[in-house]
């Protein structure tokens, strides 16, 4: 069964400061992992997409790394904001067990606060 | 980015009702969709995925008969939670996917209140 962590659970840092947010997956067969934000009440905003095949994919100050065979992504943001505060939730999508269905399957997120 | 959007945004509904939801992909044709349900301050629970004209496959212990899901076009999903009772309350956010390999996108959510 596929399982997502995401490290750490919570984050705080001054503002222009840069930070990594880690998350690992237990299965490598995934077609794609993708980056989300959620602000609070709100739906999920995407943020990255990375395709199997694709070691990296970078959007302004944010930037995505994938290693699939060890089961790793980190989310890189450069020069944080206090508009950057929100949950961080990443996610990987991929066949159930038993290929009856297919999934995305989320971490618990990294709940990321960043102070003026 | 594609939109989704899931209407209604919240509803409360009287226990013993049941309550539909929307999601519509606006621009793209989304061959799948998810449905998932979020605890405060927890991550999103997978309850069923669904593709357009065939039947949803529902996780396990998402009673299929509580929680029903159409897919019948390639731009809308519904969600009924059938007789709804307080601990049916939570927030319901919806996914949609042209293909397997392209990016998700959520609609905006709805907070379910049974009272």
């Known amino acids: 069964k596929q399982e997502v962590t995401q490290i750490p659970a919570a984050l705080s840092v001054p503002e222009g400061e840069n930070l990594v947010l880690n998350c690992s997956f237990t299965?490598?067969?995934?077609?794609?992992l993708q980056w989300f934000r959620q602000d609070p009440g709100k739906g999920l905003t995407s943020l990255l997409l990375i395709q199997s095949s694709q070691r990296e994919q970078t959007s302004g100050r944010l930037n995505a790394s994938l290693d699939k065979s060890s089961g790793r992504s980190t989310l890189y943001i450069a020069a944080s904001q206090p508009g950057d505060s929100a949950t961080y939730l990443c996610a990987v999508s991929h066949w159930g067990s038993g290929g009856s269905n297919y999934k995305l399957t989320f971490g618990k997120g990294t709940l990321l606060t960043v102070n003026p | 980015g594609a939109v989704v959007s899931q209407h209604p945004s919240w509803v409360i509904c009287k226990s013993g009702t049941s309550v539909k939801i929307e999601c519509r992909s606006l621009d793209f044709q989304a061959t799948t969709m998810f449905w998932y349900r979020q605890f405060p301050k927890q991550s999103l629970m997978l309850m069923a995925t669904?593709?357009?004209?065939?039947?949803?496959?529902?996780e396990q212990g998402v009673e299929k008969d509580k929680f029903l899901i159409n897919h019948a076009s390639l731009t809308l999903s519904t969600l009924t939670v059938t007789s709804a009772h307080p601990e049916d309350s939570s927030f319901y956010i919806c996914?949609?996917?042209?293909?397997?390999?392209?990016?998700?996108?959520f609609g905006q959510g709805t907070r379910l209140t049974v009272v």
């Open positions: 996914s949609a996917k042209q293909t397997l390999n392209t990016e998700a996108f």
């Open positions: 299965d490598s067969a995934i077609y794609n």
């Open positions: 669904s593709n357009e004209g065939s039947k949803a496959t529902y």
